[in-house]
């Protein structure tokens, strides 16, 4: 299992970015996905996923704002993230889910199937 991301930079607030996950080494038009960050001295925060059919459930965090995304015949994951705060800066991962939920506006996942990649650095700041 291989998961490499890209697309992050440095944005003023308002701004806009598109996050790419490329994976490999699985079947992934099967996996549940998510968008996991990390902002500077924080935990993992969990969410947005999708699951095969295209079902995407958001963090209240992220909802309206960001937009997940799957491309299975490119085994790709997208992250559109529109109308960016300060608080967004983190570094942005992808991760193959055993499965995921959202509950009381934060997403959970029951495990992890793949590897930590590079992740992506998302930067919001004038």
């Known amino acids: 299992v291989q998961l490499v991301e890209s697309g992050g930079g440095l944005v003023q607030p308002g701004g806009s970015l598109r996050l790419s996950c490329a994976a490999s080494?699985?079947?992934?038009?099967?996996?549940?996905m998510s968008w996991v960050r990390q902002a500077p001295g924080k935990g993992l925060e969990w969410g947005p996923g999708?699951?095969?059919?295209?079902?995407?459930y958001y963090a209240s965090s992220v909802k309206g704002r960001f937009t997940i995304t799957r491309d299975n015949a490119k085994s790709t994951l997208y992250l559109q993230l529109n109308s960016l705060k300060t608080d967004d800066t983190a570094m942005y991962y992808c991760?193959?889910?055993?499965?995921?939920?959202?509950?009381?506006?934060?997403?959970?996942?029951?495990?992890?199937?793949?590897?930590r990649g590079q992740g992506t650095q998302v930067t919001v700041s004038s």
């Open positions: 999708i699951y095969r059919g295209g079902d995407a």
């Open positions: 080494g699985f079947t992934f038009d099967s996996a549940p």
């Open positions: 991760a193959k889910d055993q499965a995921f939920y959202c509950s009381g506006g934060r997403c959970y996942t029951y495990g992890v199937d793949s590897p």
